[in-house]
């Protein structure tokens, strides 16, 4: 490995790389709700054919939106980045919310959660994390959105300063990726209340992902040597296999398969940022269609879960294969998710962003943050 040269890549221009990987970690999402969790929540389902019983898709996506944050936080006034980032992830995921509050409430079973207002307010506000007993989901994986928020945020304050630059950010770096596996033991424990609201409020034990996709960045831009880049790697799939481990009386038991798993698309995602393009192996038709998914990928993943567990309990009432269920989820989450994208993801963006530039045109120029050169310290 010391031998691999990385190449630094702009994302100026889109690559099929990048799609396959995102698109590719959706697809793992929907396959790990629609053929396991489905029957964990819902036993009443029954067996399905095929399961995918490991929790790695979400997780990497958040490591490559660490990576794209990383690429992107240099260019133009630190104010645009942050707000871009909210004007991309938040109206989507408050339209999601919304939709999918309406089709649980009228739309579900006999035996299963129906929402009440409570839910819809505490879901919006995204209070999972700090009260999950208060304040149940109405989608499971709306449970990256706030750890994304609040990354974005951290690292804008972060860049503004010194400590988001250079050796500091190494320091700051190290230090997220170290601490939450310092207090590991006191988290499985069994802590105080007010211990695990600020340890899972603020995701300690997801630190980790954001870590692995900038160290990716830093790795491509030569900012840190091949020998650190993997040992902060090893320690990130150390992380998560403490993350996802539980303690019995027997010992520790770590779930292999996500740990693997995490494990290997790190190395696709570092691939993917260091090497060429991918396109030379991948179809022009094939190209095509990997682009469009991966366009409405986030839409997919805000609204698939629980609106396709109900399209799983009406396939099964009418007699339908376990197969064709999980098709049917499948198809269901694909459409609604690019209806979320077209209705509210791109019109709600470009109408936040050209809120925000004829704001800042407003402004005297000297109030508008100096953009910084990426990569160099102030």
């Known amino acids: 490995m010391s031998s691999f040269r990385p190449v630094s890549v702009s994302s100026g221009n889109r690559r099929i790389s990048w799609d396959l990987v995102r698109g590719g970690c959706v697809v793992l999402v929907l396959l790990y709700h629609a053929t396991y969790m489905s029957v964990v929540v819902h036993p009443e389902l029954g067996p399905r054919r095929f399961a995918f019983p490991h929790q790695v898709g ?16 240099g260019r133009g006034s630190l104010g645009r980045y942050w ?3 909210i004007a991309r992830l938040l109206p989507p995921f408050l339209a999601a919310v919304v939709v999918i509050y309406f089709a649980l409430r009228y739309l579900s079973p006999p035996g299963w959660f129906s929402p009440r207002f409570g839910d819809l307010a505490g879901n919006l506000l995204m209070l999972w994390n700090w009260k999950p007993a208060d304040f149940p989901f109405l989608d499971g994986s709306h449970w990256t959105i706030p750890l994304q928020l609040m990354a974005f945020t951290v690292a804008a304050l972060l860049y503004r300063g010194s400590w988001g630059h250079g050796r500091k950010f190494r320091v ?6 170290l601490v939450p596996l310092a207090q590991w033991p006191l988290r499985v424990a069994g802590p105080p209340e007010w211990y695990r609201v600020i340890v899972d409020g603020f995701g300690f034990h997801r630190w980790h992902l954001f870590v692995a ?5 830093l790795w491509t831009t030569k900012r840190v040597s091949t020998a650190e880049f993997a040992l902060l790697e090893v320690l990130c799939v150390g992380a998560h296999a403490l993350h996802g481990a539980t303690v019995t009386p027997s010992g520790i038991r770590v779930e292999w398969g996500s ?3 995490i494990a290997i698309g790190i190395a696709v995602i570092s691939l ?7 396109n030379r192996f991948v179809p022009a038709f094939a190209q095509r269609a990997i682009t469009w998914f991966a366009g409405v990928s986030y839409g997919v993943f805000l609204i698939h879960q629980a609106i396709g567990y109900l399209v799983l309990h009406w396939l099964s009432g009418l007699g339908a294969d376990p197969l064709l269920q999980t098709a049917g989820m499948l198809a269901t989450g694909v459409v609604l998710g690019w209806a979320l994208t077209r209705l509210v993801e791109r019109p709600a963006h ?9 704001w800042t045109a407003r402004r005297r120029p000297g109030d508008e943050p100096i953009p910084v050169a990426a990569g160099k310290p102030r």
Do not use: E
């Not at 979400?58 to 936080?73: E, G, M, Q, R």
């Not at 996709?213 to 960045?217: D, E, F, L, S, T």
């Not at 470009?350 to 004829?358: A, K, T, V």
């Open 58 to 73: 979400a997780s990497l996506l958040l490591v490559i939106s660490a990576y794209f944050a990383a690429v992107t936080i």
């Open 272 to 278: 993917a940022a260091a090497g060429p393009d991918w």
């Open 83 to 85: 707000w871009g980032r």
């Open 350 to 358: 470009r109408f936040l962003m050209r809120g925000y530039d004829s």
């Open 213 to 217: 996709g900038i160290a990716v960045r």
């Open 172 to 177: 700051v770096m190290w230090t997220a990726l």
């Open 259 to 261: 740990t693997i798993g």
